[in-house]
């Protein structure tokens, strides 16, 4: 496809479980971020890839989450032993551009519930 | 403090008003500035991006103080399909790094 692409859509995961969520970016993107969108809020800046390189993480919010992009395209964001709180929408964003400027375009998003 | 401020409204306006919204931003640094706008279950989308010296595109025009570290997003002759959330986004990378921050978001309801 043409866009970005994210799975699975939806996902539950019992509290305690691990999960792996997908992100196809548009081909040749170079740059590819993941957000965290709570309910009514915007999206909360987690990590950022130029090309394979995690050039950003400081907004994982603790070291159960992880982010990799291994050939510098499809990413994976993996959470350990979710809890509650990890309930939300992931997104994924790639752009063509370097640096300080350029479009984001986003994923879809997957939707997280942890009961 | 946030690093990117927005009133979340909802601002409620009749079809042909004209709204404004406004953001500021903490880091002073900071040298690439966004309007993102987000349907309800959707994806943000990029609405457009703020030049220092302002720009408009259509009834939206954007702007940017930098003294006061402020931004603002104004709709004219607001149509139904405007309503949405609309994003501040702030670049706050540093070098050749991208890190866009997002702001909460201001809902704006149009009705007929």
């Known amino acids: 496809g043409a866009g970005v692409s994210q799975s699975p859509r939806y996902k539950v995961a019992k509290r305690g479980q691990d999960v792996a969520l997908r992100c196809d970016p548009i081909s040749g993107h170079v740059s590819l971020f993941w957000y965290q969108q709570a309910l009514g809020q915007g999206p909360e800046f987690l990590t950022y890839f130029q090309n394979e390189a995690q050039l950003d993480k400081s907004g994982l919010p603790s070291d159960r989450f992880f982010a990799e992009r291994p050939e510098g395209s499809v990413s994976t964001l993996k959470i350990q032993r979710t809890q509650q709180e990890d309930s939300a929408v992931y997104l994924c964003?790639?752009?063509?551009?370097?640096?300080?400027?350029?479009?984001?375009?986003f994923g879809q998003g997957t939707r997280l519930t942890v009961v | 403090r946030k690093e990117v401020e927005q009133d979340p409204g909802p601002f409620n306006v009749p079809e042909g008003a004209t709204v404004a919204f406004n953001c500021t931003y903490s880091?002073?640094?900071?040298?690439?500035f966004f309007w993102y706008r987000q349907d309800c279950r959707k994806e943000p989308k990029l609405l457009m991006s703020v030049y220092s010296s302002g720009n408009e595109d259509g009834r939206f025009t954007a702007q940017l103080n930098r003294a006061s570290q402020y931004i603002s997003l104004l709709i004219r002759d607001s149509k139904l399909s405007d309503s949405a959330t609309y994003l501040c986004v702030v670049n706050m990378g540093m070098d050749s790094s991208y890190k866009l921050i997002f702001g909460s978001g201001t809902r704006l309801l149009v009705r007929p």
């Open positions: 880091n002073s640094a900071s040298q690439s």
């Open positions: 964003a790639s752009s063509p551009m370097l640096g300080r400027s350029g479009e984001a375009f």
